[in-house]
């Protein structure tokens, strides 16, 4: 059997909304917290709580697992589910309000925003850093330095302070030193994302090198297909409970499955598992055909409309709203992204509500079940409200090519024409 490393205890954590104060000071008093993430920070906060509301929130409620050296851990769920806030308890960001922890050996984690660093120390100090709070002597820093700068590709701007650099770089030098000071426990928040595709690849090579080397990753993502690629073991959250905890492929199907009932069941307007800063928000959802009526069962190679209801909270009206639809097939897999701003289309909202349309010729999705995430952003920088999950439609029959053919609908979700020919010599 090999030894438990990391022993989560009846973990909970109350948040006190509208009054946020003493989260702050914690984390002001962190001196290595980057001055933009305590911007973001209050940012959020400001977008998030009114002064007016005071209430408990419990972003964990008595979660308790165990993990062995050498576990490599996808923690899932939908947005809101308590996963960064489980991460940051285990990185010693926050603290539990009740429950215990307990970890054996060193952890370097990589949190939303790379926590790791300090703004004002150039990207060669905050490397030293990094390395002695993980408890490592010099020589043993230096002998890694080249390695983690190559990684990185940031030899240009190694002493340059590193709230100049954009935030690619940021991340490709927070996760190079996270992956490369040979942590026991390596803990990834989904920051991937914000790398080019290029270095997420190479991100995800060395996490898997890093689990092949017997050492424990906790790893965060919506992405259930490099979850299932990367894990063995999978840990399923939702409102802040442990729903599962069993290996990686049995936890995403019971991911997507969840994912699947809620969005029947609720009301968009009800739904509580969304983020961004609230103050527009999507309420509502529907397909319609070209007479304008409500279809839930879609046909490929017709053309739909696509509702979404919105409620403006800000009181005045707003440009430059983004809006974006992704589906996602039965796997988790995004087959489809429509984005207003590929197309150029600005869109100005009432102030308060209303409803915006998309309309789309010629459905290019093969016969399957899809799942709708539905994000608002304001001027592609503000997330107002994202919802995964937010919809779901079935797609069945209808005649794409023109000829009857379906596709292969196991093999490939996207429908497109092409001419084939032969030429003749
Ligand atoms: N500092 C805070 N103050 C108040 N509420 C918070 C704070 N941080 C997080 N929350 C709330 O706690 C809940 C859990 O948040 P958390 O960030 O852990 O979710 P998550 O599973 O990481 O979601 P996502 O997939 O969107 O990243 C959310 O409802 C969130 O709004
Ligand atoms: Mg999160």
Known sequence: MSETVILVENL????????????YSLRHSLAKIPTYLSHKIQNFSKGKFSKDVYKDFWALKDVSFEIKQGDRVGIIGRNGA???????????????TNG???IKGRVASLLEVGTGFHAELTGR????LNGAILGMGKAEITSKFDEIVAFAEVEKFLDTPVKRYSSGMYVRLAFAVAAHLEPEILIVDEVLAVGDVRFQQKCLGKMEEVGKEGRTV??????????????????????????????????????????????????????????????????????????????????????????????N???????????????????????????????????????????????????????????ISIYLSHADREILDWIEDAASITVEGGDFFGTGNPGLPSYCKILTKANWSTIKT
């Open 218 to 311: 906790l790893f965060v993502s919506h992405n259930m297909s490099t979850v299932s690629h990367l894990c063995s073991r999978g840990i399923l959250l939702e409102s802040g409970t442990l729903h599962a905890d069993t290996n990686a492929e049995h936890a995403i199907s019971l991911y997507l499955d969840k994912s699947y009932s809620v969005s029947k069941e609720l009301p968009l307007v009800d739904r509580k598992d969304r983020s961004g800063s609230g103050k527009v928000i999507s309420s509502s959802f529907r397909v319609l055909n070209e007479q304008g009526i409500e279809e839930n069962v879609l046909q490929s190679g017709k053309d739909y409309y696509f509702e979404i209801g919105y409620i």
């Open 100 to 102: 215990r922890i307990s």
């Open 82 to 96: 308590g996963k960064s806030t489980l991460l940051k308890i285990l990185s010693r960001i926050t603290e539990p």
């Open 125 to 128: 100090e905050n490397i030293f």
């Open 313 to 371: 909270k800000t009181g005045h009206s707003l440009d430059d709203i983004v809006v974006s639809l992704d589906f996602f097939d039965d796997k988790g897999v995004r087959v489809l992204l429509l984005r207003s701003n590929f197309t150029n289309n600005n869109l100005s909202i009432n102030p308060d509500i209303g409803s915006i349309i998309c309309a789309l010729k010629n459905l290019p999705l093969a016969n399957s079940f899809y799942r």
């Open 12 to 23: 909970s954590k109350k948040y006190i909304l509208g009054h946020q104060e003493k989260e």
